[in-house]
Each structure stands twice: as structure tokens, then as C-alpha cells.
């Protein structure tokens, strides 16, 4: 099996709503390949995620810098992206990887510096 590391980063930035928006979790490439994470863990079991990321956003929502801060931010946005969702949405082919995709409005005005910098 073919697998790649990914590194996250901030895909999109929302400044007047200081809402950072990317990849929380990336299981495959957009071609299929699967990802080896930063613990050196893979993912291949898209429902044991999403049961994972729904538990987050039931019980948490909160975000902190590098998981071991004080919470600094919110989730606002949250889509586990899987081919058989966007085969029911109407793009198969959308060119997308399998993850998890969220947007946190980040509440601590130098963690939102650092974001906007690219530092975090």
C-alpha cells in the first residue's frame, strides 16, 4: 500500500470572523492513497472517524493550539468528507481527499497573530 505523510495547515482564513478553516484529519489522498498521520497511525476505517469526530462535536467543540493549550477556540464548521458523500451531493469526482474538515473561530487574539502568520 502506497502511503504519504501530511502535514496540516490552514486552507483558508475568514479574517473579519477570525475563523481558520483545513484538514483536522486526512485518511486518503484525493487519488486514493492512504495517509500515515503524525503519530504514525493510519486510518482506514471511515466510520470508526466519523463515530470519533461526531463524539467531539456532541461533547466538545473546543480547540486549543498544538492539543495541549488552553481552549483558544471554537468549532464552527465540521464535514467528514467520504466518496459516498459526495457521490449523494453530486460531485464524485470532486478531487477531494477522505478527512475530516473543519473551521474553528479562534477566540485568543495572539493565537489568532500566530494563525494569520502561518506560525500555527
Known amino acids: 500500500m502506497e502511503t504519504a505523510t501530511i502535514i496540516g495547515r490552514v486552507s483558508k482564513l475568514d479574517e473579519e470572523r477570525k475563523v481558520a478553516f483545513g484538514w483536522a484529519y ?6 486514493g492513497s492512504q495517509v500515515v498521520d503524525h ?3 493510519i486510518v482506514d476505517d ?5 463515530d470519533a469526530v461526531m463524539e467531539y462535536v456532541l461533547l466538545s467543540r473546543e480547540g486549543d493550539a498544538m492539543h495541549t493549550e488552553p481552549v483558544i477556540a471554537k468549532l464552527v464548521e465540521s464535514f467528514v ?3 459516498q458523500k459526495l457521490e449523494a451531493m453530486g460531485s464524485p469526482n470532486a478531487g477531494l481527499p477522505t478527512g475530516w474538515w ?3 473561530h479562534v477566540d485568543d487574539a495572539d493565537t489568532w497573530v500566530k494563525v494569520k502568520s502561518g506560525e500555527l
Not at 486526512?26 to 487519488?31: F, G, I, W, Y
Open 46 to 50: 471511515m466510520d470508526a472517524l466519523e
Open 102 to 104: 473543519v473551521g474553528f
Open 39 to 41: 503519530s504514525g497511525d
Open 26 to 31: 486526512v485518511a486518503k489522498n484525493a487519488d
Open 81 to 83: 468528507v467520504t466518496p
